[in-house]
């Protein structure tokens, strides 16, 4: 195997940009920041999108320039959901950290601004007990305003909130988003992912060539996260010479004549031949998630089956994947899909026959 | 492994050797010293604001891994993980060349981690990654999530296949000097799912029934299974409110002796199907994976168990009324 440069880091934090102009593709969020640097000026902001695009880096990246190195500490709460983020912790945390008062002296070349920053990555995380803990964030904004009541100090407290997709669309956190500048982050597009690939690449040692470039931004689907670790993956699996083969085998995705099989074995409407294929997938310890939406793609794409055969198997899968998330087992998950799809096909009716 | 590893997802379903891997994994990591593990009861004090939360955990622990098993903290599983993390980065191990090294965490089951605790994960895999490394194991990786998935290398662990069961047999049989009839190992290899630990096990029963072995000498079943074998013969038999009543004291008996409810259910489906027409295949596999879904949001796997039996007996009636009036 050929030899691969040593670092005791995962590439995903080894090439985490340090200066918020190295984000990439966030040209919005970026143009505010830049001119936060100048100004100091430093809105309360909310950060969105899917994973692997780059918020967590911003915000951190902001926060490091604005203070530095040596204040960084006493300037920066980070909290993310592997703190405890219960009501009474957030509470308690932010105040004690908001209530320390702070002057402006710049220090060590850095802005300094005389405010203190509060980064609550993951809001998201927190989906189901949300309304709970979601709502004593907003503390600091209140409790800011208490303290300037109570002090003469002028304390601001900036407040970073980054988050994956699925809140935003939420009703629970409109009061606390009203309040701050959105920012959206858009999934990274194929060239933005090629050229840090091959940046990273060429400071790794690595040989890339164009399909096997373009299979991972593919794969990867806009998540930069996702791309790097299939790249650190294959380069200790395969060593310096990567081809678009390894890549797909260290993504999970799974190979397409596992998927045919199934298909034609759902196609031949023989149960007992389906059930048999099932059988393998399980054994051979496929995602059953992953093969459903493979599968998907096969369905929805074949032209000799008719749309409201689709439909129906659709509605199958949408279940299953309920199912899946639930905790049910995948092997029955399965097989019931592919008992589905066979029935379709073979226009059997939808309805069971004997169970009342 | 080297130091720029990161961190691993090793999924597969049980039996496929996913433990065994890591083991050998972590020897050649750190050397014979990965081996000398002792067995820890050990008792967190967490503070979750308004009050301490006392967890005690049962842990595996070399000078450079910790392995446990999460889920067993049920809903606090998250506080574990984090705790141990955080420990585990302010004592790190120096290396030879006197750099600071890091430790390997092993999760067990990650797939039955709370949706808190996996997110929990996220932001701490990547914060504490120079000081702890992350080992996770579960058999189906479909419920980790995504974010977690993103942040490891996936190392899929698939099932051997019976020709691979078959050379371990055959070489554990040359070890322990035993003579196999031919065909015998294939027999066994055939009846285990693909799974080793079964095969290696009724290898082991059978080696106790009888030696010599007999080419036609019978590999039975576990006792579980035939008890469920007997179940399906026995509805298939009878479909009334009677015999429904007998099974569910058998169902009861499975329950108690730490059969999981799913491991029933599926395994009674494997019978039914067996003898069933491919019609009827269709409708029993549908309500077996409808069951089973109840079943996990519920919490009396007995009753779900129960109406699946109850929905077999009512369709299978109905079919034979249909066909012989
Ligand atoms: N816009 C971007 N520009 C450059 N690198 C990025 C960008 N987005 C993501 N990355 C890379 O992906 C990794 C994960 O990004 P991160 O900011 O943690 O994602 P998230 O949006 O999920 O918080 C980083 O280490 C970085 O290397
Ligand atoms: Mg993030």
């Given at each position: 195997?050929?030899?691969?440069?040593?670092?005791?880091?995962?590439?995903?934090?080894?090439?985490?940009?340090?200066?918020?102009?190295?984000?990439?593709?966030?040209?919005?969020?970026?143009?505010?920041?830049?001119?936060?640097?100048?100004?100091?000026?430093?809105?309360?902001?909310?950060?969105y999108g899917p994973p692997g695009t780059g918020k967590t880096?911003?915000?951190?990246?902001?926060?490091?320039?604005?203070?530095?190195?040596?204040?960084?500490?006493?300037?920066?709460?980070?909290?993310?959901?592997?703190?405890?983020?219960?009501?009474?912790?957030?509470?308690?945390?932010?105040?004690?950290?908001?209530?320390?008062?702070?002057?402006?002296?710049?220090?060590?070349?850095?802005?300094?601004?005389?405010?203190?920053?509060?980064?609550?990555?993951e809001?998201d995380?927190?989906?189901?007990?949300?309304?709970?803990?979601?709502?004593?964030?907003?503390?600091?904004?209140?409790?800011?305003?208490?303290?300037?009541?109570?002090?003469?100090?002028?304390?601001?407290?900036?407040?970073?909130?980054g988050m994956g997709m699925s809140?935003?669309?939420?009703?629970?956190?409109?009061?606390?988003?009203?309040?701050?500048?959105?920012?959206?982050f858009?999934p990274?597009?194929?060239?933005?992912?090629?050229?840090?690939?091959?940046?990273?690449?060429?400071?790794?040692?690595?040989?890339?060539?164009?399909?096997?470039?373009?299979?991972?931004?593919?794969?990867s689907q806009g998540d930069l996260r996702r791309?790097?670790?299939?790249?650190?993956?294959?380069?200790?699996?395969?060593?310096?010479?990567?081809?678009?083969?390894?890549?797909?085998?260290?993504?999970?995705?799974?190979?397409?004549?596992?998927?045919?099989?199934?298909?034609?074995?759902?196609?031949?409407?023989?149960?007992?031949?389906?059930?048999?294929?099932?059988?393998?997938?399980?054994?051979?310890?496929?995602?059953?998630?992953?093969?459903?939406?493979?599968?998907?793609?096969?369905?929805?794409?074949?032209?000799?089956?008719?749309?409201?055969?689709?439909?129906?198997?659709?509605?199958?899968?949408?279940?299953?994947?309920?199912?899946?998330?639930?905790?049910?087992?995948?092997?029955?998950?399965?097989?019931?899909?592919?008992?589905?799809?066979?029935?379709?096909?073979?226009?059997?009716?939808?309805?069971?026959?004997?169970?009342? | 492994?080297?130091?720029?590893?990161?961190?691993?997802?090793?999924?597969?379903?049980?039996?496929?050797?996913?433990?065994?891997?890591?083991?050998?994994?972590?020897?050649?990591?750190?050397?014979?010293?990965?081996?000398?593990?002792?067995?820890?009861?050990?008792?967190?004090?967490?503070?979750?604001?308004?009050?301490?939360?006392?967890?005690?955990?049962?842990?595996?622990?070399?000078?450079?891994?910790?392995?446990?098993?999460?889920?067993?903290?049920?809903?606090?599983?998250?506080?574990?993980?984090?705790?141990?993390?955080?420990?585990?980065?302010?004592?790190?191990?120096?290396?030879?060349?006197?750099?600071?090294?890091?430790?390997?965490?092993?999760?067990?089951?990650?797939?039955?981690?709370?949706?808190?605790?996996?997110?929990?994960?996220r932001?701490?895999?990547?914060?504490?990654?120079?000081?702890?490394?992350?080992?996770?194991?579960?058999?189906?990786?479909?419920?980790?999530t995504e974010a977690v998935r993103s942040r490891?290398?996936?190392?899929?662990?698939?099932?051997?296949?019976?020709?691979?069961?078959?050379?371990?047999?055959?070489?554990?049989?040359?070890?322990?000097?035993?003579?196999?009839?031919?065909?015998?190992?294939?027999?066994?290899?055939?009846?285990?799912?693909?799974?080793?630990?079964?095969?290696?096990?009724?290898?082991?029963?059978?080696?106790?029934?009888?030696?010599?072995?007999?080419?036609?000498?019978?590999?039975?079943?576990?006792?579980?299974?035939?008890?469920?074998?007997?179940?399906?013969?026995?509805?298939?038999?009878?479909?009334?409110?009677?015999?429904?009543?007998?099974?569910?004291?058998?169902?009861?008996?499975?329950?108690?002796?730490?059969?999981?409810?799913?491991?029933?259910?599926?395994?009674?489906?494997?019978?039914?199907?067996?003898?069933?027409?491919?019609?009827?295949?269709?409708?029993?596999?549908?309500?077996?994976?409808?069951?089973?879904?109840?079943?996990?949001?519920?919490?009396?796997?007995?009753?779900?168990?129960?109406?699946?039996?109850?929905?077999?007996?009512?369709?299978?009636?109905?079919?034979?009324?249909?066909?012989?009036?």
């Amino acid at each position: 195997m050929a030899p691969v440069l040593q670092s005791s880091q995962p590439w995903v934090e080894k090439y985490r940009p340090r200066q918020v102009k190295d984000v990439a593709h966030q040209d919005e969020v970026v143009r505010v920041l830049t001119n936060t640097l100048e100004t100091t000026n430093c809105p309360h902001m909310l950060f969105y999108g899917p994973p692997g695009t780059g918020k967590t880096t911003t915000a951190l990246a902001i926060a490091h320039q604005l203070f530095g190195p040596e204040l960084y500490k006493s300037r920066v709460l980070e909290l993310n959901a592997s703190d405890d983020r219960g009501i009474n912790v957030v509470r308690t945390k932010i105040k004690n950290f908001a209530a320390v008062a702070v002057g402006s002296a710049r220090h060590g070349g850095y802005p300094c601004p005389p405010y203190k920053i509060i980064i609550l990555d993951e809001a998201d995380s927190m989906t189901e007990d949300a309304q709970a803990c979601l709502m004593p964030c907003g503390a600091p904004w209140r409790h800011t305003q208490k303290l300037q009541d109570s002090s003469s100090f002028v304390i601001t407290s900036a407040g970073i909130i980054g988050m994956g997709m699925s809140l935003i669309t939420g009703p629970i956190i409109e009061p606390l988003a009203s309040r701050c500048a959105k920012f959206r982050f858009k999934p990274l597009t194929e060239e933005i992912m090629s050229s840090r690939i091959l940046y990273i690449s060429k400071e790794e040692g690595l040989n890339l060539d164009s399909e096997a470039l373009s299979t991972l931004s593919a794969i990867s689907q806009g998540d930069l996260r996702r791309a790097i670790t299939y790249l650190q993956s294959a380069a200790r699996l395969f060593g310096s010479s990567i081809s678009s083969k390894d890549l797909i085998s260290v993504s999970g995705v799974i190979p397409g004549d596992v998927v045919q099989a199934l298909f034609s074995a759902c196609r031949n409407g023989n149960f007992d031949m389906a059930d048999k294929e099932v059988k393998n997938v399980i054994a051979e310890g496929y995602p059953v998630s992953q093969m459903l939406s493979q599968l998907y793609d096969v369905i929805v794409e074949s032209d000799d089956i008719s749309d409201e055969q689709k439909a129906r198997i659709c509605k199958k899968f949408a279940e299953a994947d309920k199912c899946l998330v639930d905790g049910a087992d995948e092997y029955l998950q399965l097989l019931d899909v592919a008992s589905n799809i066979m029935r379709a096909i073979s226009n059997m009716p939808q309805e069971c026959s004997f169970g009342s | 492994m080297e130091q720029d590893c990161p961190h691993l997802l090793f999924y597969g379903p049980s039996g496929s050797g996913k433990k065994t891997l890591i083991m050998a994994l972590l020897r050649q990591m750190f050397g014979a010293s990965a081996d000398k593990v002792k067995v820890e009861n050990k008792n967190w004090k967490v503070d979750a604001g308004t009050r301490t939360i006392d967890i005690e955990l049962t842990t595996l622990s070399s000078t450079h891994h910790v392995e446990l098993n999460p889920s067993d903290a049920g809903f606090q599983d998250r506080y574990v993980v984090q705790e141990i993390i955080k420990e585990m980065a302010k004592n790190r191990p120096i290396d030879t060349k006197g750099k600071k090294g890091f430790k390997v965490l092993v999760l067990n089951e990650v797939d039955k981690l709370s949706r808190e605790a996996q997110h929990s994960l996220r932001r701490t895999m990547e914060k504490y990654s120079a000081s702890c490394r992350l080992i996770l194991c579960c058999n189906s990786s479909s419920k980790v999530t995504e974010a977690v998935r993103s942040r490891c290398l996936n190392m899929r662990i698939n099932a051997p296949t019976e020709g691979e069961i078959v050379n371990v047999l055959e070489f554990i049989g040359k070890k322990e000097g035993l003579q196999l009839p031919s065909g015998f190992s294939g027999r066994i290899a055939q009846q285990s799912n693909r799974s080793l630990r079964r095969a290696i096990l009724s290898f082991e029963t059978c080696r106790v029934q009888q030696y010599p072995f007999t080419s036609n000498q019978a590999i039975s079943p576990m006792d579980w299974e035939e008890y469920v074998s007997e179940i399906a013969s026995s509805i298939f038999k009878e479909q009334s409110p009677k015999r429904l009543f007998e099974v569910r004291g058998k169902l009861y008996e499975l329950l108690i002796n730490c059969i999981p409810p799913e491991i029933i259910l599926k395994r009674l489906l494997y019978e039914l199907l067996k003898k069933l027409d491919s019609e009827l295949k269709h409708e029993i596999s549908h309500w077996a994976a409808y069951y089973e879904h109840r079943l996990r949001l519920g919490q009396k796997a007995i009753f779900h168990l129960e109406a699946f039996v109850a929905k077999f007996m009512s369709i299978y009636k109905g079919f034979l009324i249909e066909t012989f009036g």
